[in-house]
């Protein structure tokens, strides 16, 4: 990475809140899943398509998780009982509110309902509807992180641990684990072959 990306990554880390490895989870998910959608989202305006984002605020049961990848999917599909990650606790106006967005996109290609307009994305507004405690349209969401981030594309971060750095403690132990065991390996081979 140039000098100008490297301060660009470490930059966004100052920015988060929490501990390390929540921030270093906050990196990966604008790096590999959030930043790169809406690049897609901004190709498929420019080219004149119909886009709609939206950013998932909404948690599931365990309220320390927050709301994660996926966690979306029993509101939308309407099986929130079936759904272990969802709990007791959820709001049934905004779960039918969804499943009414998600149907109207289905029916007529815009997913705004009686209550809520969802305004199209574009490259110049990059309009996002976000769903969470209070449903609601916001300009460019989190555009100081998309600032950050953006830049950083060229590099084709996808979260594979081949890219990450071997310089911690997980790789240590790995090796350690490895190294201890090929000695171990060894030392049977040795005393059969004494036996023998």
């Given at each position: 990475?140039?000098?100008?990306?490297?301060?660009?990554?470490?930059d966004?880390?100052?920015?988060?809140?929490?501990?390390?490895?929540?921030?270093?989870?906050?990196?990966y998910?604008?790096?590999?899943?959030?930043?790169?959608?809406?690049?897609?989202?901004?190709?498929?305006?420019?080219?004149?398509?119909?886009?709609?984002?939206?950013?998932?605020?909404?948690?599931?049961?365990?309220?320390?998780?927050?709301?994660?990848?996926?966690?979306?999917?029993?509101?939308?599909?309407?099986?929130?009982?079936?759904?272990?990650?969802?709990?007791?606790?959820?709001?049934?106006?905004?779960?039918?509110?969804?499943?009414?967005?998600?149907?109207?996109?289905?029916?007529?290609?815009?997913?705004?309902?009686?209550?809520?307009?969802?305004?199209?994305?574009?490259?110049?507004?990059?309009?996002?509807?976000?769903?969470?405690?209070?449903?609601?349209?916001?300009e460019?969401?989190?555009?100081?992180?998309?600032?950050?981030?953006?830049?950083?594309?060229?590099?084709?971060?996808?979260?594979?641990?081949?890219?990450?750095?071997?310089?911690?403690?997980?790789?240590?132990?790995?090796?350690?684990?490895?190294?201890?065991?090929?000695?171990?390996?060894?030392?049977?081979l040795?005393?059969?072959?004494?036996?023998?």
């Amino acid at each position: 990475m140039s000098l100008e990306d490297k301060q660009n990554a470490y930059d966004f880390k100052k920015i988060q809140s929490g501990e390390k490895l929540w921030k270093i989870a906050e990196f990966y998910n604008e790096a590999v899943f959030r930043i790169p959608m809406n690049k897609q989202a901004e190709y498929h305006s420019d080219a004149g398509g119909n886009t709609y984002v939206y950013y998932w605020n909404y948690p599931g049961k365990n309220k320390e998780m927050g709301a994660y990848h996926g966690i979306e999917i029993p509101f939308v599909l309407n099986n929130l009982k079936e759904s272990p990650d969802i709990g007791d606790e959820v709001n049934i106006d905004f779960a039918n509110e969804v499943q009414d967005m998600w149907v109207n996109f289905a029916r007529t290609g815009n997913p705004s309902t009686t209550k809520n307009a969802w305004e199209k994305y574009n490259s110049d507004t990059r309009k996002t509807m976000i769903l969470g405690e209070e449903i609601k349209m916001e300009e460019d969401y989190k555009s100081e992180q998309r600032e950050l981030i953006e830049p950083l594309l060229k590099y084709y971060i996808n979260g594979n641990f081949l890219q990450m750095s071997y310089d911690v403690f997980q790789v240590y132990k790995i090796s350690a684990v490895a190294i201890s065991s090929l000695v171990i390996i060894g030392l049977i081979l040795r005393k059969i072959k004494k036996i023998i």
